[in-house]
Protein backbone atom coordinates (compact mmCIF):
# COMPACT_ATOMS: atom_id res chain seq x y z
CA UNK A 1 0.00 0.00 0.00
CA UNK A 2 2.77 2.26 1.08
CA UNK A 3 4.60 1.74 -1.89
CA UNK A 4 1.72 2.55 -4.32
CA UNK A 5 1.04 5.95 -2.82
CA UNK A 6 4.87 6.48 -3.16
CA UNK A 7 4.11 5.81 -6.84
CA UNK A 8 1.46 8.12 -6.90
CA UNK A 9 3.37 11.12 -5.32
CA UNK A 10 6.37 10.25 -7.74
CA UNK A 11 3.88 10.34 -10.68
CA UNK A 12 2.40 13.46 -9.16
CA UNK A 13 5.23 15.78 -8.90
CA UNK A 14 7.10 14.35 -12.61
CA UNK A 15 3.16 15.76 -14.06
CA UNK A 16 3.96 19.29 -12.02
CA UNK A 17 7.39 19.39 -12.93
CA UNK A 18 6.41 18.88 -16.43
CA UNK A 19 3.63 21.47 -16.54
CA UNK A 20 6.34 23.52 -15.26
CA UNK A 21 8.86 23.29 -17.78
CA UNK A 22 5.78 23.31 -20.61
CA UNK A 23 4.98 26.59 -19.20
CA UNK A 24 8.46 27.89 -18.76
CA UNK A 25 9.28 27.33 -22.48
CA UNK A 26 6.25 28.84 -23.65
CA UNK A 27 6.80 31.75 -22.27
CA UNK A 28 8.54 34.66 -24.08
CA UNK A 29 12.40 35.86 -23.43
CA UNK A 30 13.49 39.05 -23.96
CA UNK A 31 16.90 38.59 -26.57
CA UNK A 32 19.85 39.87 -24.48
CA UNK A 33 20.66 39.85 -21.20
CA UNK A 34 19.70 42.90 -19.04
CA UNK A 35 18.08 45.88 -20.73
CA UNK A 36 22.06 47.42 -20.58
CA UNK A 37 21.66 47.74 -17.30
CA UNK A 38 19.04 50.78 -17.58
CA UNK A 39 16.24 50.17 -15.05
CA UNK A 40 13.32 52.82 -13.30
CA UNK A 41 15.91 54.20 -10.49
CA UNK A 42 18.95 55.34 -13.24
CA UNK A 43 16.98 55.68 -16.43
CA UNK A 44 16.46 59.46 -17.87
CA UNK A 45 13.81 61.46 -17.02
CA UNK A 46 14.59 64.80 -18.68
CA UNK A 47 13.86 64.55 -22.15
CA UNK A 48 13.26 66.74 -25.32
CA UNK A 49 10.29 65.80 -27.16
CA UNK A 50 9.26 66.91 -31.18
CA UNK A 51 6.59 66.58 -33.10
CA UNK A 52 7.13 65.60 -36.60
CA UNK A 53 4.84 65.54 -39.64
CA UNK A 54 5.04 64.67 -43.79
CA UNK A 55 3.18 67.51 -45.27
CA UNK A 56 2.86 66.35 -49.39
CA UNK A 57 3.76 69.13 -51.69
CA UNK A 58 -0.04 69.48 -52.77
CA UNK A 59 -1.38 70.27 -49.19
CA UNK A 60 -1.66 74.16 -48.56
CA UNK A 61 -2.44 76.05 -45.47
CA UNK A 62 -2.77 79.39 -44.55
CA UNK A 63 0.18 81.79 -44.14
CA UNK A 64 0.36 82.05 -40.98
CA UNK A 65 -0.39 78.50 -39.89
CA UNK A 66 2.12 76.19 -37.84
CA UNK A 67 4.83 74.00 -39.18
CA UNK A 68 6.55 70.98 -37.24
CA UNK A 69 10.06 69.33 -37.74
CA UNK A 70 9.53 67.16 -41.27
CA UNK A 71 9.50 63.54 -40.42
CA UNK A 72 12.14 62.91 -43.07
CA UNK A 73 14.76 64.99 -40.73
CA UNK A 74 13.37 63.42 -37.61
CA UNK A 75 14.33 60.21 -38.25
CA UNK A 76 17.59 61.15 -39.99
CA UNK A 77 18.64 62.44 -36.43
CA UNK A 78 18.11 59.58 -34.83
CA UNK A 79 19.91 57.78 -37.01
CA UNK A 80 23.09 60.61 -36.82
CA UNK A 81 22.97 60.03 -33.13
CA UNK A 82 22.73 56.17 -32.84
CA UNK A 83 25.93 54.49 -31.94
CA UNK A 84 24.66 50.64 -30.91
CA UNK A 85 21.61 50.02 -32.00
CA UNK A 86 18.24 50.98 -33.80
CA UNK A 87 15.51 48.69 -33.46
CA UNK A 88 12.31 48.75 -35.84
CA UNK A 89 8.55 47.78 -36.26
CA UNK A 90 6.39 48.52 -38.99
CA UNK A 91 3.72 47.64 -41.38
CA UNK A 92 5.58 48.56 -44.50
CA UNK A 93 8.97 48.20 -46.22
CA UNK A 94 8.74 49.70 -49.77
CA UNK A 95 11.54 52.67 -49.16
CA UNK A 96 13.14 51.71 -52.56
CA UNK A 97 10.23 50.52 -54.48
CA UNK A 98 10.74 50.25 -58.24
CA UNK A 99 7.42 51.68 -58.47
CA UNK A 100 7.67 54.91 -56.79
CA UNK A 101 7.70 57.65 -58.91
CA UNK A 102 11.25 59.45 -59.86
CA UNK A 103 12.28 62.47 -57.60
CA UNK A 104 9.18 62.31 -55.17
CA UNK A 105 11.08 59.01 -54.13
CA UNK A 106 14.18 59.98 -53.05
CA UNK A 107 13.72 60.30 -49.44
CA UNK A 108 12.67 56.83 -49.14
CA UNK A 109 15.88 55.75 -51.12
CA UNK A 110 18.35 57.97 -49.03
CA UNK A 111 17.08 56.39 -45.55
CA UNK A 112 17.18 52.90 -46.96
CA UNK A 113 21.24 53.72 -47.64
CA UNK A 114 21.21 54.60 -44.19
CA UNK A 115 19.61 51.92 -43.11
CA UNK A 116 22.13 49.66 -45.01
CA UNK A 117 24.98 51.24 -43.91
CA UNK A 118 24.46 51.29 -40.13
CA UNK A 119 26.70 47.51 -39.77
CA UNK A 120 29.48 49.57 -41.42
CA UNK A 121 29.29 51.82 -38.51
CA UNK A 122 28.87 48.82 -36.25
CA UNK A 123 25.29 49.66 -35.23
CA UNK A 124 22.87 46.45 -34.63
CA UNK A 125 20.19 46.84 -36.75
CA UNK A 126 17.12 44.85 -35.59
CA UNK A 127 13.58 44.62 -37.27
CA UNK A 128 10.56 42.97 -36.39
CA UNK A 129 8.11 42.31 -39.38
CA UNK A 130 5.06 40.27 -40.80
CA UNK A 131 6.83 40.40 -44.46
CA UNK A 132 8.59 37.47 -45.12
CA UNK A 133 8.87 37.56 -48.80
CA UNK A 134 9.87 41.90 -48.60
CA UNK A 135 12.37 42.31 -50.64
CA UNK A 136 13.96 45.46 -48.84
CA UNK A 137 14.23 43.10 -46.06
CA UNK A 138 15.89 40.89 -47.38
CA UNK A 139 18.41 43.59 -49.10
CA UNK A 140 18.82 44.83 -45.06
CA UNK A 141 19.72 41.12 -43.88
CA UNK A 142 22.46 40.84 -46.52
CA UNK A 143 24.15 44.37 -45.35
CA UNK A 144 24.01 42.70 -41.79
CA UNK A 145 20.54 43.59 -40.45
CA UNK A 146 18.24 41.44 -38.18
CA UNK A 147 15.32 40.40 -39.04
CA UNK A 148 12.48 38.44 -36.75
CA UNK A 149 9.67 37.21 -38.68
CA UNK A 150 6.54 37.26 -36.79
CA UNK A 151 3.37 34.85 -38.51
CA UNK A 152 0.70 37.16 -37.85
CA UNK A 153 -1.72 34.80 -39.40
CA UNK A 154 -1.32 31.92 -37.30
CA UNK A 155 -1.39 34.31 -34.09
CA UNK A 156 -4.17 36.25 -34.54
CA UNK A 157 -5.23 36.70 -38.31
CA UNK A 158 -4.42 40.32 -38.40
CA UNK A 159 -1.10 42.20 -39.18
CA UNK A 160 1.45 44.52 -37.95
CA UNK A 161 0.41 47.74 -37.84
CA UNK A 162 3.00 48.78 -34.54
CA UNK A 163 5.32 51.85 -35.81
CA UNK A 164 8.26 53.19 -33.95
CA UNK A 165 11.83 53.28 -34.07
CA UNK A 166 13.99 52.58 -30.32
CA UNK A 167 17.72 53.78 -31.09
CA UNK A 168 20.36 52.91 -28.54
CA UNK A 169 17.57 52.14 -25.53
CA UNK A 170 17.46 56.00 -24.99
CA UNK A 171 15.51 57.93 -28.48
CA UNK A 172 12.27 57.38 -29.86
CA UNK A 173 10.32 57.90 -32.90
CA UNK A 174 6.11 56.69 -32.50
CA UNK A 175 3.74 57.92 -34.76
CA UNK A 176 1.43 56.89 -37.89
CA UNK A 177 4.25 57.02 -40.67
CA UNK A 178 5.58 53.53 -41.89
CA UNK A 179 8.87 52.59 -43.59
CA UNK A 180 7.19 53.60 -46.96
CA UNK A 181 8.68 56.31 -49.10
CA UNK A 182 5.27 57.40 -49.66
CA UNK A 183 5.67 58.31 -45.79
CA UNK A 184 8.35 60.57 -46.56
CA UNK A 185 6.74 62.41 -49.72
CA UNK A 186 2.79 61.85 -50.79
CA UNK A 187 1.15 60.77 -47.42
CA UNK A 188 0.09 63.32 -44.44
CA UNK A 189 1.57 61.69 -41.29
CA UNK A 190 2.10 63.00 -37.37
CA UNK A 191 3.96 61.49 -34.88
CA UNK A 192 6.60 61.95 -32.01
CA UNK A 193 10.92 61.86 -31.81
CA UNK A 194 11.61 61.95 -27.87
CA UNK A 195 15.36 62.13 -27.20
CA UNK A 196 17.29 61.08 -23.97
CA UNK A 197 14.73 59.47 -22.55
CA UNK A 198 15.73 55.76 -21.54
CA UNK A 199 13.10 55.78 -19.09
CA UNK A 200 10.65 55.34 -21.67
CA UNK A 201 12.61 53.61 -24.68
CA UNK A 202 12.85 51.00 -21.80
CA UNK A 203 9.45 49.99 -21.96
CA UNK A 204 9.07 50.85 -25.62
CA UNK A 205 11.80 48.28 -26.32
CA UNK A 206 9.74 45.92 -24.30
CA UNK A 207 7.00 45.61 -26.72
CA UNK A 208 9.81 45.63 -29.33
CA UNK A 209 11.11 42.45 -27.80
CA UNK A 210 7.56 40.84 -27.61
CA UNK A 211 7.40 40.86 -31.21
CA UNK A 212 11.13 39.85 -31.46
CA UNK A 213 10.74 37.06 -29.46
CA UNK A 214 7.31 35.81 -31.44
CA UNK A 215 9.43 34.27 -34.17
CA UNK A 216 8.79 30.56 -35.41
CA UNK A 217 5.95 30.75 -33.01
CA UNK A 218 3.07 29.32 -34.15
CA UNK A 219 0.91 29.95 -31.05
CA UNK A 220 0.89 32.74 -28.23
CA UNK A 221 2.05 31.99 -24.60
CA UNK A 222 -0.12 30.87 -21.90
CA UNK A 223 1.88 33.19 -19.81
CA UNK A 224 4.95 35.49 -20.93
CA UNK A 225 8.37 36.32 -19.77
CA UNK A 226 8.31 38.90 -16.65
CA UNK A 227 10.97 40.74 -18.45
CA UNK A 228 8.06 41.68 -20.94
CA UNK A 229 6.09 42.82 -18.32
CA UNK A 230 5.08 46.96 -18.62
CA UNK A 231 6.77 49.35 -16.99
CA UNK A 232 4.09 51.53 -16.93
CA UNK A 233 0.42 52.01 -17.34
CA UNK A 234 -2.72 54.15 -16.90
CA UNK A 235 -2.74 53.33 -13.35
CA UNK A 236 1.49 53.85 -12.65
CA UNK A 237 2.60 56.88 -15.07
CA UNK A 238 5.82 57.89 -16.03
CA UNK A 239 6.71 60.61 -14.44
CA UNK A 240 9.11 63.05 -16.10
CA UNK A 241 10.24 66.34 -18.26
CA UNK A 242 9.22 66.95 -22.02
CA UNK A 243 11.20 69.96 -22.51
CA UNK A 244 11.27 71.22 -18.87
CA UNK A 245 7.55 70.81 -18.65
CA UNK A 246 6.20 68.15 -16.95
CA UNK A 247 4.54 65.48 -18.45
CA UNK A 248 2.74 62.05 -17.18
CA UNK A 249 3.62 59.25 -19.87
CA UNK A 250 2.57 55.36 -20.59
CA UNK A 251 2.34 53.02 -23.36
CA UNK A 252 -0.45 51.13 -24.69
CA UNK A 253 -0.79 47.66 -26.96
CA UNK A 254 -3.40 45.60 -28.69
CA UNK A 255 -4.69 43.10 -29.21
CA UNK A 256 -5.52 41.71 -26.29
CA UNK A 257 -3.69 38.83 -26.57
CA UNK A 258 -0.38 40.86 -26.70
CA UNK A 259 -1.05 42.57 -23.57
CA UNK A 260 1.83 40.77 -20.92
CA UNK A 261 0.99 41.33 -17.00
CA UNK A 262 0.53 45.46 -16.31
CA UNK A 263 0.29 46.39 -20.44
CA UNK A 264 -2.61 49.10 -20.58
CA UNK A 265 -4.79 47.81 -23.72
CA UNK A 266 -5.08 50.43 -26.41
CA UNK A 267 -8.99 50.36 -25.78
CA UNK A 268 -8.46 51.11 -22.33
CA UNK A 269 -5.98 54.12 -22.41
CA UNK A 270 -8.50 55.25 -25.19
CA UNK A 271 -11.20 55.08 -22.93
CA UNK A 272 -9.55 56.59 -20.18
CA UNK A 273 -8.48 59.55 -22.00
CA UNK A 274 -12.42 60.08 -23.41
CA UNK A 275 -13.37 59.45 -19.62
CA UNK A 276 -11.03 62.50 -18.41
CA UNK A 277 -11.85 65.03 -20.92
CA UNK A 278 -13.62 68.59 -19.21
CA UNK A 279 -14.22 70.46 -22.23
CA UNK A 280 -13.56 68.70 -25.86
CA UNK A 281 -12.31 66.42 -27.41
CA UNK A 282 -10.94 66.19 -31.57
CA UNK A 283 -9.98 62.89 -33.04
CA UNK A 284 -8.21 62.36 -36.51
CA UNK A 285 -7.72 58.85 -38.02
CA UNK A 286 -7.53 57.65 -41.53
CA UNK A 287 -11.14 55.32 -40.85
CA UNK A 288 -13.60 55.47 -38.29
CA UNK A 289 -15.89 52.10 -38.51
CA UNK A 290 -17.39 50.72 -34.81
CA UNK A 291 -17.69 47.17 -36.88
CA UNK A 292 -15.61 44.08 -36.20
CA UNK A 293 -15.79 40.98 -38.88
CA UNK A 294 -13.75 37.68 -39.01
CA UNK A 295 -12.19 38.62 -42.25
CA UNK A 296 -11.51 41.85 -44.32
CA UNK A 297 -14.08 44.49 -43.70
CA UNK A 298 -16.25 44.92 -47.25
CA UNK A 299 -19.18 47.08 -48.46
CA UNK A 300 -20.09 43.60 -49.50
CA UNK A 301 -19.90 41.30 -46.58
CA UNK A 302 -22.23 43.57 -44.24
CA UNK A 303 -24.46 41.15 -43.21
CA UNK A 304 -21.39 38.74 -41.51
CA UNK A 305 -20.29 42.21 -39.55
CA UNK A 306 -21.39 42.72 -36.04
CA UNK A 307 -21.40 46.34 -34.38
CA UNK A 308 -18.60 46.84 -32.12
CA UNK A 309 -18.98 49.34 -29.83
CA UNK A 310 -16.69 50.27 -27.83
CA UNK A 311 -15.62 53.91 -29.32
CA UNK A 312 -18.88 54.39 -31.01
CA UNK A 313 -20.39 54.02 -26.99
CA UNK A 314 -17.47 56.35 -25.37
CA UNK A 315 -18.57 59.10 -28.16
CA UNK A 316 -22.21 58.63 -27.24
CA UNK A 317 -21.86 58.54 -23.52
CA UNK A 318 -19.02 61.69 -23.36
CA UNK A 319 -21.49 63.48 -25.97
CA UNK A 320 -25.07 63.22 -24.16
CA UNK A 321 -24.15 62.46 -20.71
CA UNK A 322 -21.13 65.02 -20.47
CA UNK A 323 -20.99 67.74 -22.65
CA UNK A 324 -18.10 67.02 -23.90
CA UNK A 325 -17.52 69.46 -27.71
CA UNK A 326 -16.42 66.37 -30.03
CA UNK A 327 -14.65 66.94 -33.27
CA UNK A 328 -13.75 63.93 -35.96
CA UNK A 329 -11.62 64.39 -39.22
CA UNK A 330 -11.69 61.05 -40.99
CA UNK A 331 -10.10 61.10 -44.29
CA UNK A 332 -12.05 60.74 -47.24
CA UNK A 333 -10.18 58.45 -49.44
CA UNK A 334 -10.36 55.34 -51.84
CA UNK A 335 -10.61 52.67 -49.40
CA UNK A 336 -13.07 54.52 -47.20
CA UNK A 337 -16.13 51.84 -46.12
CA UNK A 338 -19.82 53.27 -47.33
CA UNK A 339 -20.66 52.48 -44.20
CA UNK A 340 -18.36 55.43 -42.40
CA UNK A 341 -21.55 57.12 -43.26
CA UNK A 342 -24.31 55.84 -41.25
CA UNK A 343 -21.85 55.65 -38.53
CA UNK A 344 -21.09 59.05 -38.41
CA UNK A 345 -24.66 59.98 -39.27
CA UNK A 346 -25.81 58.14 -36.45
CA UNK A 347 -23.43 59.99 -34.02
CA UNK A 348 -24.40 63.16 -34.94
CA UNK A 349 -27.94 62.53 -35.22
CA UNK A 350 -27.87 62.45 -31.17
CA UNK A 351 -27.29 66.25 -30.95
CA UNK A 352 -30.06 67.19 -32.41
CA UNK A 353 -32.14 69.98 -30.65
CA UNK A 354 -30.17 68.76 -27.80
CA UNK A 355 -28.04 72.47 -26.45
CA UNK A 356 -25.13 70.73 -24.93
CA UNK A 357 -24.27 68.69 -27.41
CA UNK A 358 -21.99 69.18 -29.63
CA UNK A 359 -20.56 66.98 -32.64
CA UNK A 360 -18.80 67.99 -35.71
CA UNK A 361 -17.40 65.31 -38.49
CA UNK A 362 -15.51 66.28 -41.82
CA UNK A 363 -13.55 65.03 -44.00
CA UNK A 364 -9.73 65.61 -44.66
CA UNK A 365 -9.27 64.57 -48.82
CA UNK A 366 -5.57 65.27 -50.56
CA UNK A 367 -6.81 65.61 -53.80
CA UNK A 368 -7.09 68.84 -55.42
CA UNK A 369 -9.40 69.82 -58.49
CA UNK A 370 -6.34 70.07 -60.86
CA UNK A 371 -4.81 66.40 -59.13
CA UNK A 372 -7.48 63.96 -59.33
CA UNK A 373 -4.96 60.55 -59.32
CA UNK A 374 -3.49 61.66 -56.25
CA UNK A 375 -2.53 58.70 -53.94
CA UNK A 376 -2.16 60.54 -50.85
CA UNK A 377 -4.13 60.24 -47.82
CA UNK A 378 -4.24 61.34 -44.44
CA UNK A 379 -2.80 58.43 -42.61
CA UNK A 380 -3.15 60.52 -38.36
CA UNK A 381 -4.08 58.42 -36.00
CA UNK A 382 -4.44 60.57 -32.93
CA UNK A 383 -6.46 62.21 -30.35
CA UNK A 384 -6.01 65.47 -27.95
CA UNK A 385 -8.27 66.93 -25.23
CA UNK A 386 -7.87 69.47 -22.94
CA UNK A 387 -5.17 68.24 -20.87
CA UNK A 388 -3.70 64.86 -22.77
CA UNK A 389 -2.94 63.39 -26.27
CA UNK A 390 -3.05 59.61 -27.71
CA UNK A 391 -0.71 58.91 -30.30
CA UNK A 392 -2.16 55.14 -31.72
CA UNK A 393 -0.96 53.03 -34.72
CA UNK A 394 -4.16 51.79 -35.52
CA UNK A 395 -7.33 53.38 -37.33
CA UNK A 396 -10.57 53.14 -35.31
CA UNK A 397 -11.89 50.12 -36.81
CA UNK A 398 -13.12 46.86 -34.38
CA UNK A 399 -11.19 44.46 -36.84
CA UNK A 400 -7.78 47.12 -35.96
CA UNK A 401 -8.14 46.80 -32.15
CA UNK A 402 -9.30 42.83 -32.10
CA UNK A 403 -6.76 41.41 -34.43
CA UNK A 404 -3.70 43.51 -35.51
CA UNK A 405 -0.81 44.41 -33.66
CA UNK A 406 -0.62 48.63 -32.68
CA UNK A 407 0.28 50.31 -30.02
CA UNK A 408 -0.06 53.94 -28.24
CA UNK A 409 1.51 56.44 -26.64
CA UNK A 410 -0.25 58.99 -23.99
CA UNK A 411 1.06 62.12 -22.95
CA UNK A 412 -0.43 63.83 -20.16
CA UNK A 413 0.10 67.90 -19.34
CA UNK A 414 -1.59 70.10 -17.30
CA UNK A 415 -3.67 73.09 -19.04
CA UNK A 416 -2.79 77.21 -18.37
CA UNK A 417 0.81 77.25 -19.33
CA UNK A 418 1.54 81.36 -20.44
CA UNK A 419 3.51 80.50 -23.38
CA UNK A 420 1.96 79.15 -26.87
CA UNK A 421 2.67 75.35 -27.63
CA UNK A 422 4.77 75.01 -24.43
CA UNK A 423 3.78 71.60 -24.71
CA UNK A 424 2.83 68.79 -26.95
CA UNK A 425 -0.45 68.24 -26.22
CA UNK A 426 -0.93 72.51 -27.11
CA UNK A 427 1.55 71.42 -30.34
CA UNK A 428 -0.92 68.64 -31.37
CA UNK A 429 -4.18 70.95 -30.53
CA UNK A 430 -2.88 73.18 -33.38
CA UNK A 431 -2.19 70.98 -35.79
CA UNK A 432 -5.83 69.62 -35.66
CA UNK A 433 -7.04 72.62 -35.88
CA UNK A 434 -4.95 73.89 -38.56
CA UNK A 435 -6.18 70.46 -40.70
CA UNK A 436 -9.87 71.38 -39.34
CA UNK A 437 -10.14 74.74 -40.78
CA UNK A 438 -8.04 74.16 -43.78
CA UNK A 439 -9.58 74.03 -47.44
CA UNK A 440 -9.16 70.27 -47.69
CA UNK A 441 -11.82 69.44 -45.52
CA UNK A 442 -15.73 69.05 -45.94
CA UNK A 443 -17.81 68.76 -43.24
CA UNK A 444 -20.53 65.67 -43.11
CA UNK A 445 -23.60 66.40 -45.08
CA UNK A 446 -26.72 64.53 -43.80
CA UNK A 447 -28.43 64.29 -47.75
CA UNK A 448 -25.00 63.40 -49.26
CA UNK A 449 -22.21 60.47 -49.16
CA UNK A 450 -19.61 61.89 -50.54
CA UNK A 451 -17.74 59.91 -53.00
CA UNK A 452 -14.01 59.61 -51.90
CA UNK A 453 -12.66 57.68 -54.92
CA UNK A 454 -13.47 61.54 -56.86
CA UNK A 455 -14.65 64.76 -56.27
CA UNK A 456 -18.52 64.83 -55.99
CA UNK A 457 -21.17 63.20 -54.28
CA UNK A 458 -23.15 60.52 -54.63
CA UNK A 459 -26.98 59.61 -53.61
CA UNK A 460 -26.89 58.30 -49.81
CA UNK A 461 -26.94 54.95 -49.23
CA UNK A 462 -29.94 52.71 -49.38
CA UNK A 463 -31.65 51.67 -46.27
CA UNK A 464 -30.87 48.35 -46.70
CA UNK A 465 -27.44 48.94 -45.27
CA UNK A 466 -28.53 48.69 -42.24
CA UNK A 467 -31.57 46.26 -42.17
CA UNK A 468 -31.44 42.26 -41.87
CA UNK A 469 -31.11 40.96 -45.43
CA UNK A 470 -33.59 38.13 -44.04
CA UNK A 471 -36.73 40.03 -43.45
CA UNK A 472 -35.99 43.99 -43.82
CA UNK A 473 -35.81 44.58 -40.30
CA UNK A 474 -33.56 46.94 -38.61
CA UNK A 475 -30.71 44.51 -37.53
CA UNK A 476 -29.89 44.88 -33.33
CA UNK A 477 -26.43 45.16 -34.17
CA UNK A 478 -26.99 48.25 -36.32
CA UNK A 479 -26.53 52.04 -35.23
CA UNK A 480 -29.48 54.30 -35.09
Known amino acids: MKSQQKCIMIFALVCCFAILVALIFSAVDLWGEDEDGITEDNCSKNCRIVLVENIPEDVSYWDNSTAYLPLSMGLHSLLDLAFRSVEIVTP ?37 SDHPDSS ?66 MDLHRIF ?88 LRSDNFNMSRYWSRIDGMLREALILRGIKVRLLVSCWKHTHPFTF ?6 KSLCMDMPNCSLEVKFFSLKDQRNVTSQGVNRNKFMVTDSAVYIGNVDWVGNEFVYNAGAGLVISQAEGLEERNATVVEQVKVAFERDWHSRHTKSLQ ?21 TDSQDGKQSANAPL
Open 92 to 128: DWVLNSSDAEPGISKQGQYLFQRLQGLRARKINLKVA
Open 342 to 347: NFLWSL
Open 209 to 296: ALYWGLQYKDFLPSIWSKRLTAVYNKEKTLSLLFNNTKANVYLSSSPDAFCPRERTRDIDAIFRMIQDAQRFIYISVTDYLPLISKGR
Open 136 to 201: ELKSLTAHGAEVHYVNMTVLTRGYIHSSFWVVDRKHVYFGSAGMDWRSLSKMKELGVIIYNCSCLA
Open 446 to 466: ANKVPDCSKHGASPPLPPKAL
